[in-house]
């Protein structure tokens, strides 16, 4: 709290002050008091008032600086209940407790909130397992019953599946450490698993595949991992040329194993490269090329960092696009992520 404001807030009480002693003064005067008797009187009333203002302004200036650094070093502010003392004037009391019953009936509105966005969450995931089940059922009817319809709708079933996997991976991806385990895991074996999960679409596009110096061991969760790479996959399969060409490389150094997948795609624009990340974000391809949700490489950004893993992505238009993923090779950076 600054003099000039105290100052103000308290004009009234001066005004009457001065007033008082401009009347006493008189009054004296009228009775024949001597003149240096009223003036010691009238400097006496003037301390007196100087010393109620200090004592009044001093408890609040130390009080008010203390809350406003505080709060400045807050990153998180609503927590500055639980930083702050009561103070021992009555404005800060009144203050205080504002503070604290709006802190309260925050926190009583988060729980609602957190209550409420675990109880959707499990039933998103519960749906996602449910719905699973009639999406397999259909894939193996049409396997067993191959024609061009059936393989239409095997294609439109391996989308619906794909999105399914998404959504899912997308309401855990806010409870990740419960749901992640590290381990050591094999590039190689993990990125020919994924290659022949998506055979068929491989193989309708007559993609090359290419394997380069993969038989590598990195620290990290194999199963979010293997969505991740899932997802690179797919895009590159959406945003394909006449000829697909996807090559899988590695590069050891002495701290990291950089995991890189080049296509030979349509490339992201220059101007949107910077975004692809941001959650929604479609740019011009989603727009043109390919329906999307703009959620895909955002969550594979978000479980990366989650897990203490680098993602890093470059592109041109029409020669393609590069993914690194950087993994760590001590796995206890993992654990302090």
Request: glycine share 4%.
């Amino acid at each position: 709290m600054k003099i000039p404001t105290f100052i103000k807030n308290k004009i009234w009480s001066i005004i009457t002050h001065l007033f008082l002693i401009t009347f006493i003064s008189v009054m004296l005067s009228i009775f024949d008091v001597n003149k240096s008797i009223i003036i010691f009187i009238c400097i006496l009333i003037i301390i007196t008032e100087i010393v109620i203002l200090l004592i009044e302004y001093i408890p609040k200036r130390i009080y008010y600086n203390k809350l406003n650094k505080i709060l400045n070093n807050l990153d998180k502010k609503f927590f500055i209940h639980e930083l702050i003392d009561e103070p021992s004037f009555q404005e800060g009391i009144i203050l205080h407790d504002v503070i604290y019953q709006a802190a309260k009936s925050m926190n009583d509105e988060i729980a609602k909130y957190k209550i409420s966005q675990n109880e959707y969450k499990e039933y998103i995931e519960t749906w996602i397992h449910e719905i699973k089940t009639p999406i397999f059922c259909i894939d193996l009817i049409c396997e067993n019953n191959k024609n061009k319809m059936t393989e239409s709708i095997s294609e439109e079933i391996n989308k619906i599946n794909y999105f399914v996997e998404q959504a899912l991976y997308y309401a855990r991806s806010t409870t990740l450490e419960k749901d992640y385990v590290i381990s050591n895991t094999n590039l190689k074996e993990t990125i020919k698993k994924l290659v022949k999960a998506h055979a068929k679409e491989l193989i309708k596009y007559k993609a090359e595949i290419k394997f380069d110096n993969l038989d590598k061991n990195v620290y990290c969760d194999s199963k979010w991992t293997s969505f991740i790479l899932g997802q690179i996959i797919t895009n590159s399969i959406k945003y394909r040329k006449e000829t697909l060409t996807i090559t899988f490389s590695s590069i050891e150094n002495p701290n990291n194993i950089i995991l890189i997948i080049r296509d030979n795609g349509i490339g992201i624009p220059k101007k949107d490269i910077g975004r692809v990340f941001n959650k929604g974000f479609t740019g011009e391809n989603g727009r043109i090329y390919a329906k999307s949700t703009g959620i895909g490489l955002y969550l594979c950004k978000n479980l990366c960092n989650k897990m203490g893993l680098s993602l890093e992505i470059e592109s041109q238009v029409d020669k393609g696009t590069i993914v690194r993923i950087i993994f760590p090779k001590d796995k206890t950076i993992l654990f302090e992520s």
